[in-house]
Nanobody, 115 residues
Framework: QVQLVESGGGLVQAGGSLTLSCTVS????????MGWYRQVPGQQRELVAS???????SYADSVKGRFTISRDNAENTVNLQMISVKPEDTGVYYC?????????WGKGTLVTVTA
């Protein structure tokens, strides 16, 4: 069975840093596009960073220059390094994997940024 498990969320003050990790099992990780999404209650889940299979990272405008997504295909992990965080970065961050029409989601990890 496919499993995506996020870790690294927590409480951080504005201006600080935090790194999220997602460990993946049950699929051919290197063949999947990976991404991090964020959701706030009452709002849509939005893509904040992605790194496709064999491609370059992309970022939402709101996080460009502050977040870095990376993947380690040997360890089946994708990370999101967050620096200079802002209160508006608060939300539940979800790990996402996609190959063609197949999509998989983690259960999310909460990031709370205090002012």
């Amino acid at each position: 069975q496919v499993q995506l498990v996020e870790s690294g969320g927590g409480l951080v003050q504005a201006g600080g840093s935090l790194t999220l990790s997602c460990t993946v099992s049950g699929l051919t990780f290197s063949s999947h596009d990976m991404g991090w999404y964020r959701q706030v209650p009452g709002q849509q889940r939005e893509l904040v960073a992605s790194i496709p299979s064999g491609g370059s990272p992309s970022y939402a405008d709101s996080v460009k220059g502050r977040f870095t997504i990376s993947r380690d295909n040997a360890e089946n992990t994708v990370n999101l390094q967050m620096i200079s965080v802002k209160p508006e970065d608060t939300g539940v961050y979800y790990c996402h994997a996609r190959q063609y029409a197949l999509n998989y989601w983690g259960k999310g990890t909460l990031v709370t940024v205090t002012a």
